[in-house]
Every structure is written in C-alpha cells, then in structure tokens.
C-alpha cells in the first residue's frame, strides 16, 4: 500500500470513528509504530488532524486558537525568518502598524535589531510594545482597547476606533488562515474587527503567516486576499499551485523566506 493511501484511509477511519489509535493502525495496515507515527505527523502537518498520546483526534475547530504563551515555541524558527523578512522593509520616517501575534512579534524584534531610527509603530501587540520602548529611535503607540490575556493584545470596538485616527505606510498583519477563495480569517470578530481597521488605515498590508495558516480557514472573515500588498511565509509546503492561485486571487506580491 502507497503512503498516500494509507493516509487517506486513516483520515476516512477519523471522519467515521472520531479517533484512531496507533494499535489499532498498525494492525489494520500491518505496518510498525514508528511508520504509524510518521503517517500521523504528516497528516498533522497539514492541519488534517491533531495527534494525542497513543493516536489522534479531528482537526481542531475553526474558533480554537492555543494561548500566545503555546504559540510562542510554534514554527519559531519560520516566524524569526518571517520577522527578519518583513523588518527589512520598514524605512527611516515611516508609520507602520504591527498587528497581535507571535510573528508580529518578531517582527518588532527584528526592526529593534536593525536599529532604524524616526520610524513609529502603533500596535495592539503588548509584549512587542514593551521591548520596542527600549529601542532607540522607534516611537511607540499602543492601541487602546480591551485587554485579552490569551493574546497579550488589545482588541475588539475600542481598538479599531483608536485606529481611526492613524494613516500608516503599511501594516503588518496576521491571521490564523490565509486562503485564495475565502480569504484572511480569524478565530473571532472582535480580533476580525481591528485587523479590518489596520487595513483601512494602511497604505500597504504585509500579511505574514507561517506556511501552517495557509489553505486555512478560521471562523471570522477579514478581508478578501486582494488587498494584500505582499505576503511573507516560509516556503514549507507552499506549492506552485497553491502560490498561483494566491497571485490570480490578487495577492501583490509573495515573498518565501
């Protein structure tokens, strides 16, 4: 049996049982544990399940989104090189708007490394705001609004109004999915809500998502991917295929790091 039929048979025993076991496919395929295991990574990298001790469960579902403090040693090495991406296009004088998240995170890291100056950065993104005080030459405005915890940012109606009073040159933005046909989503509205705002209020919008949010789709829509300027990813598993049909959907511009 070709791996590919044996992963797509265990997907079809996750829709029809709600979970699998690693015993259980081992003796149903008459294959090792450790092969079992390599089919159940796989099939976890692409997002088409979640594995537990001893086998896996469904995907998780369109509102789930683990805490910042999970996210943080998620893909770290991709958001680092993501970061360092986008960093690079921030130039002395501007306004740019650094949006929640993980990446957005190192985002701010890196533009603190660079040690630009006259630049100013208005974010929701709490622990950004805080290391990127201590950098020289960067101004910083923080996003009034309300305080999630899980995702050390402001959010919801207050945020996106206070965004009403910025024009930045670009923004840099996250999302939880990135697809051609429904667009940039995430897992709720009030986090939909200020992502709409950043982009109204930006000349340019930077999407940077790491390549596990692409072909993904979250609960709350933000906008169709045609007003993405450029997107910035890791090159994991972004084939040509699905890179063409991001560009035929409008996406300026998509930069693999």
Known sequence: MFVEE????????????????VEELMGDFGVSAPTVRADLAALETRRLLRRTHGGALPPATSLYEPTYAERVGTQPGEKRRIGKAAARLVRPGETVILDAGTTAHEVGVALAARGISGVTVVTNNLPTAVALMEAP??????IGGLAHLHRRAMLGPLAADFLHRVHADRVFLGANGVDAQVGLTVVDFDAALVKRAMIAHAAEVVVIADSTKICQVAFAQVAPVSVVTCLITDDASLDESVEAALLDAGVGLIERV
Request: charged share 30%.
């Open 137 to 142: 030459g960067i101004e910083v405005i923080v």
């Open 6 to 21: 044996r992963q797509q048979r265990i997907l079809q025993r996750l829709r029809e049982q709600g979970k699998v076991t």
